[in-house]
């Protein structure tokens, strides 16, 4: 007996890892089924025999066998004898499957071949992210949905709009062939219709090639709740909860469903943990971006400390460590929403751990400062809270955006279709929305575009809507104003170095005439110091004097209402400034500016 159990301990030692594993000789299986009778793994290489391979019994209700005859390829299921009867079911580490009503399929991380990619990630305060949703992302067969290759295809467009990183919406298993991704049924495989885990790494691999850095969105607040094998999965439930993957009690509550994860239990924590830390290892993913942390932290998400799960907030802490341990430079990102600094302080200090956090204050303030009808309702001091904000002292601690897949559906549209409904070719729309694109793309913060922004996509957001790209020829100067404003906050020209800089200081807050102008600055100096200035009113200002840090000339680098964005727009204000001596603002030099209405002007030194 001592032998033999010997022999099991060494077996489980030398065929590691949960799910469907391949090996040399055969595949491994390994299932955790702590209330199950018996257990054995059924598929296309046993005829879907229940008694031909058993598993046996491991530690802690896991079950595990060799099956020799077994490789990539193979589909599979588990069949277990319950006290709840006999179960047929998906693997809950299956990293592919026919589709979430189907089988899973035995998939090997080592056959692609990955070429040597090398590729660095960019430094936090370098990125610009664009927001992307696979299945509408790039259509290219009428009532298809988008795919991983067809993304591929779009590729050299946004390496030459200047985005170094790409934002999958979540990209696991969901229920048919078009959803958002937020009703993940197998959290482990990569959505069959988007081409499945060779898919998603070849996206990768394209990405990386061309110098864009890939963060995925992670959904861990909920499962399903359809097409959800993990639902009671080996029989046993308490209250009708939803079994051992799942609270099941008053805390398994979301919105969503009653199918939040049990925090507590190991090895769901585990579970959840492996999958974090799969999208690093196997797929060379550079960040998450998790869904809906305040669900994951508190049963409510209303701030209640009754209602705080704590096991929640200790598995984001063990996640958030665990990656910027052993991967320094990937970025976690919390969509929180509560403007905390406890989101993105260090583990060390109490905090959750997260890198970056989306920062509602930014988006909710400047989409309605952009979106209000009259001028004078604008409301500036919000404006400069938005724009100055920050957390734990550091400004890329937050991600500032003005549309994003939650900004632009759910009730509301992109944000030139909310300015004038149905005709966002208005000068209004465009001139309000080019000057929100400018506030994201020089205020301090990582910058973040959502799909068909540059295209000045109209409607709102569905996953059945795909992007028009005709509308990229169209709007092309509205493109170019995008990717020159990108170009200019990534630096390129060498002469805006400040936009990555961690210093902002507002010299203007002018509430009567709705001007705002900040410096942003690095360390400060010629190619460093950047002055920006915005116009939020329909008053074109033709000696509009303000103080600049330093004497000397300054060059515009930008102006939004440059006609080579638009035909309507009035191409004013497109000068250099020599500054005059003489206290102004909080400077003892200033300028004296024309500025065009509903505008924003960039300006630098050389030397």
Not at 141 to 170: C, H, S, W
Not at 171 to 198: H, L, M, R
Not at 212 to 227: E, K, T
Not at 409 to 429: F, H, L, M, P, T
């Amino acid at each position: 007996m001592e032998n033999l159990e010997t022999d099991v301990a060494e077996t489980e030692q030398h065929y590691e890892g949960m799910g469907a594993t391949c090996h040399p000789d055969g595949v491994y299986y390994r299932v955790w089924a702590p209330h199950a009778e018996s257990v054995s793994v059924i598929g296309s290489f046993n005829d879907w025999d229940s008694s031909a391979n058993p598993l046996q019994p491991e530690e802690n209700g896991v079950w595990g066998a060799l099956v020799e005859n077994s490789k990539e390829g193979d589909e599979y299921k588990f069949f277990l004898k319950t006290p709840a009867g006999e179960l047929q079911r998906n693997d809950p580490y299956a990293l592919k499957v026919t589709n979430s009503a189907g089988n899973c399929v035995v998939y090997n991380h080592e056959s692609f071949d990955w070429q040597d990619v090398s590729f660095q990630m960019p430094g936090w305060h370098e990125l610009v992210i664009y927001e992307m949703h696979v299945g509408t992302f790039n259509v290219t067969e009428e009532g298809q949905v988008g795919t991983f290759y067809t993304a591929i295809e779009r590729i050299p467009y946004l390496k030459d709009m200047g985005f170094n990183a790409v934002e999958l919406m979540p990209c696991s298993e969901f229920p048919g062939d078009k959803s958002w991704g937020y009703n993940p049924s197998n959290p482990f495989a990569i959505e069959s219709d988007y081409g499945g885990p060779d898919g998603l790494k070849a996206f990768v691999k394209a990405a990386h090639e061309a110098g864009i850095a890939v963060i995925l969105d992670v959904v861990y607040n909920h499962f399903g709740p359809s097409d959800l094998d993990l639902w009671q999965f080996d029989g046993w439930h308490e209250n009708d909860g939803g079994g051992i993957y799942f609270y099941n009690d008053w805390r398994s509550e979301t919105p969503w469903g009653n199918t939040r994860p049990d925090y507590g239990r190991g090895e769901v924590r585990q579970y959840i943990h492996d999958n974090a830390l799969m999208w690093l290892r196997d797929y060379r993913i550079d960040g998450l971006r998790m869904d809906m942390v305040p669900y994951i932290r508190n049963v409510k998400a209303n701030g209640n400390p009754g209602d705080d799960i704590p096991e929640g907030i200790s598995l984001m802490q063990w996640i958030n460590k665990d990656i910027r341990d052993s991967c320094a430079n990937c970025i976690t990102i919390a969509e929180d929403m509560h403007s905390l600094d406890f989101i993105t302080s260090r583990v060390e200090d109490g905090g959750l751990g997260y890198g970056s956090q989306w920062d509602a204050k930014f988006v909710h303030t400047i989409r309605d400062a952009i979106i209000t009808a009259n001028d004078e309702d604008r409301d500036m001091e919000g404006v400069v809270s938005a724009i100055t904000s920050r957390y734990n002292n550091d400004s890329f601690q937050r991600i500032i955006y003005t549309e994003s897949h939650d900004e632009v559906a759910n009730g509301q549209a992109r944000v030139a279709e909310e300015i004038a409904d149905g005709d966002v070719d208005n000068w209004y729309s465009k001139k309000r929305a080019a000057l929100g694109v400018a506030l994201v793309l020089t205020s301090p913060g990582i910058p973040m575009i959502f799909q068909g922004q540059p295209l000045l996509e109209d409607k709102w957001f569905s996953d059945s809507d795909p992007i028009d790209w005709s509308r990229l020829e169209k709007f092309s100067g509205f493109a170019a104003l995008h990717r020159d404003m990108i170009h200019i906050r990534r630096n390129w020209f060498g002469v805006t170095r400040g936009l990555q800089g961690q210093n902002t200081e507002i010299v203007r807050q002018d509430n009567e005439k709705k001007v705002v102008v900040m410096h942003r600055w690095a360390e400060g100096g010629p190619k460093d110091s950047v002055v920006v200035v915005f116009n939020f009113s329909t008053e074109t200002f033709s000696d509009y004097k303000i103080g600049f840090p330093r004497p000397g000339k300054w060059h515009l680098r930008l102006n939004t209402d440059n006609e080579h964005y638009d035909a309507d727009f009035s191409h004013l204000g497109v000068f250099d400034i020599e500054t005059s001596e003489g206290e102004m603002d909080i400077y003892e030099q200033w300028g004296e500016l024309q500025i065009p209405p509903y505008s924003a002007l960039i300006f630098s030194q050389e030397e």
